[in-house]
T-cell receptor, first 113, second 114 residues
Framework: GDSVTQMEGPVTLSEEAFLTINCTYTATGYPSLFWYVQYPGEGLQLLLKATKADDKGSNKGFEATYRKETTSFHLEKGSVQVSDSAVYFCALSDHSGNTPLVFGKGTRLSVIA | KAGVTQTPRYLIKTRGQQVTLSCSPISGHRSVSWYQQTPGQGLQFLFEYFSETQRNKGNFPGRFSGRQFSNSRSEMNVSTLELGDSALYLC?????????????FGPGTRLTVL
């Protein structure tokens, strides 16, 4: 079945550091890929998405490129802020029927001033 | 446009009791999905409803059930609560189907079973 694997956290960075959170997937066909973010005490918010190979999703300084050849969708940000501290989830949707999103385990990011 | 709302935000129950959680989707969204989030298992899919019909179900025991009303609002019910049911329960809505339309999540209901 479909699956998503994320790098395990927690990840601790200093403010203005470069961020990469790795995400790889296994799916049949051509899934859509998503990054969701969960701030403390809140639900999940869609951060960015990409629906086909080589698409780049971007939002709030975060970027991720859909790489079919490496089945990856790594999240990057050039300069993190304390306010980026949250849990980040990679997810996929395989477009078959009404199947739900498949999520990775989540990566907790802590940014210190 | 208002987002997905969930009530209550926090619940404390004891083993053996039952609980009902409510979710109001974004206006115009007809698909509602429920997820359970725990530190050990992460996000696990419970079920999805569309037009008052359950279209998809995850691998949870029959103690977990749900329904959807004609206005797309949804409830989930957990009977005979167990300690392991303590979790954050998230509701997500999408326009027609979660496999092709973006899902938008509510803030969740934090259930604690004592």
């Amino acid at each position: 079945g479909d699956s998503v694997t994320q790098m395990e956290g927690p990840v601790t960075l200093s403010e203005e550091a470069f961020l990469t959170i790795n995400c790889t997937y296994t799916a049949t066909g051509y899934p859509s890929l998503f990054w969701y973010v969960q701030y403390p005490g809140e639900g999940l918010q869609l951060l960015l998405k990409a629906t086909k190979a080589d698409d780049k999703g971007s939002n709030k300084g975060f970027e991720a490129t859909y790489r079919k050849e490496t089945t990856s969708f790594h999240l990057e940000k050039g300069s993190v802020q304390v306010s980026d501290s949250a849990v980040y989830f990679c997810a996929l949707s395989d477009h078959s029927g009404n199947t739900p999103l498949v999520f990775g385990k989540g990566t907790r990011l802590s940014v210190i001033a | 446009k208002a987002g997905v709302t969930q009530t209550p935000r926090y619940l404390i129950k004891t083993r053996g009791q039952q609980v009902t959680l409510s979710c109001s989707p974004i206006s115009g969204h007809r698909s509602v999905s429920w997820y359970q989030q725990t530190p050990g298992q992460g996000l696990q899919f419970l079920f999805e409803y569309f037009s008052e019909t359950q279209r998809n179900k995850g691998n949870f025991p029959g103690r977990f059930s749900g329904r959807q009303f004609s206005n797309s609002r949804s409830e989930m019910n957990v009977s005979t609560l167990e300690l392991g049911d303590s979790a954050l329960y998230l509701c997500a809505s999408s326009f027609l189907t979660p496999s092709t339309d973006t899902q938008y999540f509510g803030p969740g209901t934090r259930l604690t079973v004592l």
